[in-house]
């Protein structure tokens, strides 16, 4: 049922031309950390943006992927915002449970040092 | 004379193979607004663990971009963190002025609405 929903002329042209993968930054709402960085095509970001539950393309299993679809972890979109050049996304989410797939709640658990 | 300066073998060894343009979120270290989204190859990752200032390549100039060099509107890095997989990176930052070349303090301006 989802494959019908497309996105919308008015959100097309804001996207900058050519790009068909889209990073998407996913941030806590409530907290502001971020949590992960994942990809978004224009059939992903018409469904997070039908569903409010944020929809990724996997660029590993090459499919729609709805996080936390089978771990449970999901992220209710809380908001939407595309940067200057239309070429990257900034997702406020609601998160369940951990964002990423080690159990951490946020992805970006690897320092490489503070400054 | 930063044409010398090399990424480490342990931080090469925590990226993911094959990837040469990371991208890497810019968030402010003290209100945790998230600024811009840009991108960094080995080298730029060097110069920015190196000298302690957000420095990215410029995919259209295709060269090393850094951050305020022109505008003055600089990044001083507090903290560098990588993703799980090693192909994203954030970096949180002391944004001197507005991070958006449109004089926003995000680049991240443009909603595609609220859920």
Redesign the interface.
Known sequence: MTMAIELSAQ?SA?LKAGVELI?A?A?DAQ????L??AYMNYQSLAIT?ET?RATYWSRSRNELWEKGATSGHTQ???????????D???LKVEQTGAA???G?HT?????????
């Open positions: 959100v804001l990073p930054i941030q907290t502001g950390e971020v992960m960085l943006l409010g209710k979109v809380i908001s939407i915002a595309l940067d200057c050049d239309g990257a996304l900034l990423c797939h080690t951490d992805c970006f658990h690897t320092s490489l040092g503070d400054q």
